[in-house]
């Protein structure tokens, strides 16, 4: 006879704790919410629905000029103007798909509101599971102060106002990275397979994904990536079999578009008598280090591989390709990593040093929003990004060799 051990049972107060969370989960829904449609602004979210609602109910094309009309319209109040984002939808039809629900509603404030609230419930939980990747025992006030950043900063502010699903792509990535971690392939291809667009946000964090796969003879991330993908596309092709020559269209009407920030543009506005070079020059460099980061992290350990798909996601904003302020929130995830290993490497002064950075990295990018100056809105743009390149360089020795050395330890 094998021994059972007791099962733990739940009580009267187990039950009440999990009511009060409930309750209290629903209150802060509702209130979200109800400030959500207050909100002006939403036009991130409005070309998806607008595209959807509009497929679905009046059987236009999603990537016709209809489309960015009513959006206009709806974001500026009138046919946009020089200088407007144009909203030309850009997003895959398989991946459309997955916005469909929101067709049914009749109401685009209604709708917008319920789809924020998402995107702020997963920017909650993706500034957890962030600190919960680096494997900090973070102390409970940085814990908190971290999340207040993750949610606060001017960046995630952008994102709101335009209702990104960015925030919600940066949750699965780091759902990616968590499933790869427990070595969960199938599940890490699938969430790739959701997540497959927004390029100039993840290409090189996806790339890397795919390369380390690879090489290290995972295939249940493939066996996962296609068979999601398969399923959408399959729908897709149902019900629009000739969505691929409309959509690339739509993507070169979009890169063709001068709208947004790159650094070709942030370099020419700040450094106006440097050459053009210097600008290839960086980008040439960057993908360089790049190259070289991937190649020894595809055959790693998985901190090796972590600390470089901080740096692909971090380095994605200077690759040239024009984005936009909000879609750097995203950065969340490298700089969760950079306070970690600060605060665990440099144990004496490890509180005041992490408080400094967070207050450095939210007060700059605020106090350059309200210069206004173009010049300062690219300042803006270039900061977060250099400044997440740099600090995971500053951390990467520490951050890629665990255990801590001898000499580490007698220091601390």
């Known amino acids: 006879m094998t021994f059972q051990p007791p099962s733990k049972s739940f009580t009267s107060r187990d039950y009440l704790f999990i009511a009060l969370v409930v309750i209290v989960f629903l209150i802060v829904s509702a209130a979200l919410f109800s400030a959500n449609l207050t909100l002006k602004g939403g036009g991130d979210f409005y070309v998806h629905w607008v595209a959807s609602r509009g497929f679905v109910y009046d059987q236009i094309d999603p990537y016709g000029g209809e489309v960015p009309a009513r959006?206009?319209?709806?974001?500026y109040g009138?046919?946009?103007?020089?200088?407007?984002?144009?909203?030309?939808l850009d997003t895959p039809f398989h991946l459309l798909l997955l916005y469909f629900p929101f067709a049914f509603f009749t109401d685009p404030q209604s709708a917008r509101a319920f789809y924020l609230l998402i995107l702020e419930l997963a920017w909650f939980a993706l500034s957890i599971f962030s600190l919960r990747l680096t494997e900090w025992e973070a102390p409970r006030l940085f814990t908190f102060l971290f999340i207040a950043f993750a949610v606060f900063n001017f960046y995630t502010f952008q994102a709101i106002q335009q209702v990104n699903p960015v925030l919600l792509?940066?949750?699965?990535?780091?759902?990616?990275?968590?499933?790869?971690?427990?070595?969960?392939n199938e599940l890490a291809g699938a969430l790739v397979a959701v997540s497959f667009y927004y390029w100039e946000v993840g290409a090189p964090f996806l790339f890397l994904v795919f390369l380390r796969a690879y090489r290290q003879k995972q295939s249940g991330v493939f066996a996962g990536f296609f068979m999601v993908s398969f399923i959408l596309l399959f729908v897709s092709f149902l019900l629009y079999p000739y969505w691929i020559i409309p959509f690339l269209r739509a993507v070169s009407n979009n890169?063709?578009?001068?709208?947004?920030?790159?650094?070709?543009?942030?370099?020419?506005?700040?450094?106006?008598?440097?050459?053009?070079?210097?600008?290839?020059?960086?980008?040439?460099?960057l993908f360089i280090a790049l190259a070289y980061e991937w190649s020894v992290a595809r055959d790693l350990d998985f901190r090796r591989f972590y600390w470089a798909s901080c740096l692909s996601i971090a380095a994605a904003p200077l690759l040239g390709f024009r984005t936009e302020m909000g879609r750097l929130a995203v950065l969340a995830i490298p700089l969760a990593l950079i306070f970690a290993v600060a605060h665990d490497r440099w144990h004496k002064i490890a509180n005041f040093?992490?408080?400094?950075?967070?207050?450095?990295?939210?007060l700059v990018p605020w106090a350059l929003a309200l210069i206004p100056f173009q010049i300062a809105r690219e300042a803006a743009f270039l900061f977060l990004p250099l400044f997440t390149i740099v600090g995971l360089y500053w951390i990467?020795?520490?951050?890629?060799?665990?255990?801590?050395?001898?000499?580490?330890r007698i220091g601390k």
């Open 255 to 285: 890169l063709r578009a001068d709208f947004g920030y790159s650094v070709r543009a942030a370099f020419a506005d700040l450094f106006p008598s440097q050459s053009p070079f210097v600008t290839w020059g960086f980008i040439a460099a």
């Open 396 to 408: 990467r020795w520490w951050a890629i060799r665990p255990p801590r050395i001898w000499s580490d």
């Open 353 to 362: 040093l992490v408080l400094l950075l967070m207050l450095f990295m939210f």
């Open 169 to 184: 792509l940066g949750l699965l990535y780091v759902g990616i990275l968590f499933a790869l971690r427990a070595e969960m």
């Open 78 to 88: 009138a046919p946009a103007q020089a200088g407007d984002k144009p909203y030309i």
């Open 71 to 75: 959006v206009q319209t709806l974001v």
